[in-house]
């Protein structure tokens, strides 16, 4: 039996990739705008995911927010720094 040279990259699946060819380990920052919509105002739907962002994994996440207007309307901007990249994801994916 003959031993076949492989590339570093080829799987014994089709159509996969290696996880951390998607997902970098230093994407943790994860910027959203609130603007008010007919259900919710721009501050109820920050605070909602400001609590929901602070009970994923840790608990550490790090949120700050500004105030930005955009066609004549107040948005919020708020960015969610979490701890790790999985944490962020599990957020995202919360939130889909």
């Known amino acids: 039996m003959f031993m076949k040279d492989t590339d570093q990259y080829e799987s014994a699946a089709c159509n996969c990739v290696e996880v951390g060819t998607l997902i ?14 007919d259900q919710m105002t721009a501050k109820e739907q920050f605070d909602r995911m400001e609590k929901d962002a602070l009970s994923v994994g840790s608990g550490n996440c790090q949120i700050q927010s ?3 207007e ?12 979490f701890d790790c ?9 919360k939130h889909k």
Do not use: H, S, W, Y
Not at 24 to 37: K, S
Not at 85 to 93: D, G, P, R, S, Y
């Open 24 to 37: 970098r380990e230093d994407d943790t920052l994860l910027t959203l705008d609130f603007c008010d919509n």
């Open 85 to 93: 990249t999985a944490e962020k994801l599990i957020f995202q994916m």
């Open 66 to 68: 500004e105030m930005v």
């Open 70 to 81: 955009a066609d004549g309307k107040p948005i919020i901007r708020a960015m969610f720094d």
